[in-house]
């Protein structure tokens, strides 16, 4: 059974920074992709950032440039650097693993089969 577990949420002023984290348990860390997504509230989820098993990443449009995804397998754990935060990024964060090994990331929540009980991140301006 796999189970992710994130943390590091919490309530930040604009312009901030907090780092999440998600640990995996169950099944070989190293071998999938690990994704990214946000719920605002009354919003439906969306796609933040995506690292694939080789250390390729892809961001949303919306974080491109103010976010960092990463990984270190040794701690089955991936990370999400957030910077510049701004109101509009407060929602839930949840992070997800590939339904595939050694595939590459994707936007897609289908693409998931695994997600996290969810951290929250408040912005405030």
């Known amino acids: 059974q796999v189970t992710l577990v994130e943390s590091g949420g919490g309530l930040v002023q604009a312009g901030g920074s907090l780092r999440l984290s998600c640990t995996a348990s169950?099944?070989?860390?190293?071998?999938?992709?690990m994704g990214w997504f946000r719920q605002a509230a009354g919003k439906e989820r969306e796609f933040v950032a995506a690292i694939s098993w080789s250390g390729a990443t892809n961001y949303a449009d919306s974080v491109t440039g103010r976010f960092t995804i990463s990984r270190d397998n040794a701690k089955n754990t991936v990370y999400l650097q957030m910077s510049t935060l701004k109101p509009e990024d407060t929602a839930v964060y949840y992070c997800?693993?590939?339904?595939?090994?050694?595939?590459?990331?994707?936007?897609?929540?289908?693409?998931?089969?695994?997600w996290g009980q969810g951290t929250q991140v408040t912005v405030s301006s």
């Open positions: 169950g099944g070989t860390f190293s071998r999938y992709a």
């Open positions: 997800a693993r590939r339904n595939n090994i050694l595939v590459p990331t994707s936007s897609y929540e289908s693409a998931y089969n695994y």
